[in-house]
């Protein structure tokens, strides 16, 4: 079975880095883009970035870019989302979700990890 | 950047009933690259149509989508309980970027 599986909630202050996780199982996590989408609560999707982890090819929405920072592991088949100092305004679940074709950008997210919640407060 | 535009809202329909749902592009967009999802509350998004009219593994023949350049629909034939949930549309654009639409939030009446 496919499966992504993300790290658990994190509370953190303003200007505190994070790192959060979404390790890939049942697949080769190399020849799939893996991205990554915010939810800011009770709003819509927004898609924030995607990465190759075969090479590390890494690509920006350029709302996000600058923003945050994607990487992956593939000897332990996991992609990262970090930032180096959050804001309140990145509380929000944020989903990894992995491209349903191998290789292919043209494509569609399938399936999804379960989320990550950051909140960020003083 | 395409924009994707979802109406209405809102709908309100009781189980039994038929759904349709409307995803607008800004611009021309490819039938192959157009998406829905439906996500229920405290769950993730699940991929129900891909290449604007294939549905996805598992999901079952009353979610059907159609369309083509701006204009594309979800349709769900006969509701069923389960079915109520916010649902999206998604396309990847030549801008080489993913965008989704706002959302419809589809409620029992």
């Known amino acids: 079975e496919v499966q992504l599986v993300q790290s658990g909630a994190e509370v953190k202050k303003p200007g505190e880095s994070l790192k959060i996780s979404c390790k890939g199982s049942?697949?080769?996590?190399?020849?799939?883009?893996i991205g990554w989408v915010r939810q800011m609560p009770g709003k819509g999707l927004e898609w924030m970035g995607i990465?190759?982890?075969?090479?590390?090819?890494?690509r920006y929405s350029p709302s996000f870019q600058g923003q945050v920072t994607i990487s992956a592991d593939k000897s332990i088949s996991t992609a990262y989302l970090q930032w180096s100092s959050l804001k309140a305004s990145d509380t929000a679940m944020y989903y990894c979700a992995r491209l349903l074709l191998p290789d292919l950008l043209q494509n569609w997210f399938d399936p999804w990890g379960q989320g990550t919640l950051v909140t960020v407060s003083s | 950047e395409i924009v994707l535009t979802q109406s209405p809202g809102t709908l309100s329909l009781s189980p039994g009933e038929r759904a349709t749902l409307s995803c607008r592009a800004s611009q021309s967009v490819s039938s192959s690259y157009l998406a829905w999802y439906q996500q229920k509350p405290g769950q993730a998004p699940r991929l129900l149509i891909y290449g604007a009219s294939s549905r996805a593994t598992g999901i079952p023949d009353r979610f059907s989508g159609s369309g083509s350049g701006t204009d594309f629909t979800l349709t769900i034939s006969r509701l069923e309980p389960e079915d109520f949930a916010v649902y999206y549309c998604q396309q990847y654009g030549s801008s080489r970027m993913y965008t989704f639409g706002q959302g419809t939030k589809l409620e029992i009446k």
């Open positions: 049942g697949y080769s996590f190399t020849s799939y883009w």
């Open positions: 990465i190759y982890p075969g090479d590390s090819d890494t």
